[in-house]
């Protein structure tokens, strides 16, 4: 059996998908093919994957027939089953175009290109966030009913389910401080600055090495930060691939972050990481793991889901520097006193 799985296009939805990636691995018999189809931005990361077989890196301008081609000649035989995770009727005509001898996925107005389909699940039922979505459509394909709400976080942990040792004398802790979505899921600057030069006062004997991690269009929030931070600092926004922040992330002790793609990333990849929430909803997006924290204040416009906030970004102005500080010295302090913790 070949099968291929569609994977969505965004990072962090893509970073969503792994549990139910993982479990579909875990599920197939002996010999079993698993394709992974991405776009071509995210292959360094389903690559970095050892649940995966196979990498189908899709040109971002490619036509739909050209992928459904790519998809149909990427190995000696046409694909068994082509699981389209994103719910576009794009990603379900490549499926159809690649020769697949069944298409499946949500069916969210595809019922041509996806006869045999599901409907959508319900959420007061298997949980409301997207990692319990994608598992529900795998679960569903394997023959097998979600009866209560997925143990959707088996597996995100990755290669890294119990964190590698910290160094007693220096840490690297990757910052993330930009988000593509908009300014009301951005922490802000100076808070980063006064909770990072703070950690680094209160730990001496600890150097820290910061590093700042975004998109090219996040560059200049980078600089800003870069300068307000007292300490060891290095400014890589703007300066990696998905492949460099990969590598990035993986050699750094802890992710402290915006809900971003860069979050779900780090998560994805088994580093402990602190998710720094807003105008966004925990409980559809949170980093998944056991290493994981959550840092947020509820107003009662919140969550809103707004690019821009109209009022006063009281998500965010409600959140002190000293509780960020406190989530990064807390999670030293557990690693050194968890088996193994500290060298």
Same mark, same amino acid.
């Given at each position: ?32 093919? +698993? ?22 890196? +899709? ?176 400014? +890589? ?107």
């Amino acid at each position: 059996m070949r099968i291929i799985v569609r994977s969505p296009n965004p990072l962090g939805d893509a970073c969503m998908a792994t549990p139910a990636v993982r479990y579909l691995r875990e599920q197939l018999p002996t010999g079993a093919e +698993l394709a992974i189809a991405c776009r071509e931005n995210l292959a360094p990361f389903w690559e970095n994957l050892d649940f995966v077989d196979e990498v189908i890196a +899709l040109p971002r301008k490619a036509s739909v027939w050209s992928i459904g081609r790519q998809m149909r000649r990427s190995s000696a035989r046409h694909p068994d089953v082509v699981i389209a995770l994103p719910n576009s009727p794009r990603s379900a005509l490549e499926a159809r175009i690649s020769g697949a001898r069944r298409v499946f996925g949500y069916r969210r107005g595809r019922h041509i290109l996806v006869p045999a389909g599901i409907g959508e699940p319900d959420t007061s039922v298997i949980g409301p966030h997207h990692s319990a979505r994608y598992l529900h459509l795998v679960r569903r394909f394997l023959g097998e009913e979600l009866l209560k709400k997925a143990d959707f976080e088996k597996g995100y942990d990755g290669s890294r389910a119990i964190p590698a040792p910290v160094d007693e004398g220096s840490a690297q802790i990757a910052l993330c401080p930009g988000a593509e979505y908009g300014n009301a899921k951005r922490y802000p600057i100076e808070r980063y600055a006064e909770a990072c030069n703070q950690v680094d006062r209160e730990n001496r004997s600890r150097a820290h090495r910061w590093k700042i991690v975004g998109s090219p269009a996040e560059a200049s929030l980078g600089d800003e930060l870069a300068r307000a931070i007292e300490g060891d600092i290095e400014n +890589l926004a703007g300066k990696t691939d998905i492949a460099g922040l990969v590598e990035v992330l993986l050699s750094s002790d802890l992710l402290v972050s915006n809900d971003t793609g860069t979050m779900h990333l780090g998560a994805a990849l088994g580093v402990p990481t602190i998710g720094i929430f807003g105008s966004t909803e925990p409980d559809f997006t949170r980093p998944l793991g056991s290493w994981t924290r959550i840092i947020r204040e509820k107003p009662h416009c919140s969550p809103c889901f707004l690019r821009e906030c109209p009022t006063d970004y009281r998500c965010m102005l409600a959140i002190p520097s000293a509780r960020l500080t406190h989530s990064i010295n807390e999670f030293f302090a557990e690693r050194e006193d968890s088996p193994g913790g500290g060298s």
